[in-house]
């Protein structure tokens, strides 16, 4: 189970409706009931809560290989059971057109580059190749993955939001390969997991746009809209 606290700095929102049973709620100076702007383990990032929910962002960054990152947490802060599906989130490019940028599975892509680089280093030493490292699921009891989690990312560096990631696993992975510290992907990035009241979960969400989009991103390009849908509720944070 895992606990977090939050330091209240301003608070500003508003809430809309779609048609059907979801509700939006939209990150946009007009209501001070439901958001507000916090620091949560040194990152600000701004956070709508409703129906017992709770979504933070902080500030979407633009990696080299054309993906925007961004990090998130939920919370579960009434009774009752949530999932949260990262699948489910997507962004919205700050071009004319909008693009939409669907959520990509960076810690499956970390765990490839893993499992292939332990199997050149057993065909380089002819050792006998150890089993291949499996993601950890996040459903269910999470107490223990939970504390772990926690302990491990509160003994990162924060990354610098200017700076782009790096040719393996971007800049928080490579904190925690300086700082000795074994953070899984299951740990940096955001997993689906089922969250009961008092529990939370958190990481990094990437986000890529679509095979065919001609779309060129740079560094200094932004994201014009997150939005994080749970539980019949879509939390958005537009720029």
């Known amino acids: 189970m895992k ?6 700095l301003t608070c500003i929102s508003a809430v809309g409706q779609v048609p059907g049973t979801v509700k939006v709620i939209n990150f946009s100076r007009a209501d001070r009931e439901h958001c507000r702007l916090v620091r949560i383990e040194g990152r600000p990032m701004r956070e709508s809560m409703y129906g017992g929910l709770s979504a933070a962002v902080g500030d979407p960054v633009s990696t080299k290989d054309g993906y925007f990152r961004v990090f998130v947490l939920v919370r579960q802060i009434g009774p009752g059971k949530t999932e949260v599906k990262p699948k489910e989130f997507f962004a919205l490019d700050s071009d004319t057109a909008h ?9 499956a892509e970390v765990m490839e580059r893993r499992t292939e680089d332990v199997a050149e280093l057993h065909d380089a ?3 006998e190749l150890p089993n291949s490292p499996k ?7 999470n107490a223990s993955i939970g504390s772990s989690k926690a302990a491990k990312l509160g003994r990162l560096r924060k990354p610098d939001p200017n700076e782009v990631d790096g040719e393996f696993g971007g800049t928080e992975e490579r904190d925690a390969a300086e ?47 997150v939005d994080v849908p749970v539980h019949g509720v879509v939390f958005r944070f537009s720029q």
């Not at 606990?3 to 209240?8: E, H, I, S, T």
């Open 179 to 225: 700082e000795g510290t074994a953070v899984t992907p299951a740990e940096l990035y955001l997993s689906r997991s089922t969250l009961r009241q008092g529990d939370w979960t958190e990481g990094f969400v990437y986000f890529r746009k679509p095979k065919k989009s001609r779309l060129n991103t740079g560094a200094e390009d932004r994201l014009s809209e």
């Open 135 to 141: 993601r950890a699921g996040n459903s269910g009891s």
């Open 125 to 127: 030493s002819g050792t």
């Open 99 to 107: 693009t939409r940028f669907s959520f990509y599975d960076k810690a």
């Open 3 to 8: 606990r977090l606290g939050v330091l209240l």
